[in-house]
């Protein structure tokens, strides 16, 4: 059985700021046309439907799976696995993300985004390693800032292990 990873961020911690950023996402999108709301496989999955349940203002979501992990990738490569379908231009985009370390992922989708012609592309991470970043990335609307350790849980995981568990947790160094 593997070893139970050790909590760093509560599931009530986690629900409350869910439903603060889902007010604070209300505030600021209350007299505009619904975003697009797009989240990024897989980890990302429990936070946007958390997010989402808890928020009054109208949304379309779709979704944008990415890969940097393949034979062969240079650092900071990034290839797109699943692609959006609901067409960007003049729209007004929230790009929901479990987490944000190196930053190289989501500077090559947000520079995506604005390519194909999105109006406005906000990002919205549950969690923020800065201690990792090596890319400059602007977080629009973040959930906690964390140190810099490998973190499972809450639809991060460990060899897809981990996802579901309730709470943001990690492992001792020997365990991951």
Known sequence: MPPSPRV???SEALEQRVAELAAELDRDYRDREPPLCIGLLKGSVFFLVDLLKRMETE??????????YRAGTAPGEVWIRKDVEIPLRGRDI????DIV????????????LAHRGARQVKLCALLDKAAAREVQVPIDYCGFTIENRFVV??????DERYRNLP?????EEDEA
């Open 59 to 68: 949304v379309e979501i779709d979704f944008l799976q990415t890969s940097s």
């Open 8 to 10: 760093l961020v509560s």
């Open 167 to 171: 709470y943001i947790g990690f492992l």
């Open 101 to 112: 370390d190196t930053g190289h992922t989501l500077r090559t989708v947000l520079d995506l």
């Open 94 to 97: 929230l790009l929901i993300e």
């Open 153 to 158: 849980g809450y639809g991060l995981d460990h």
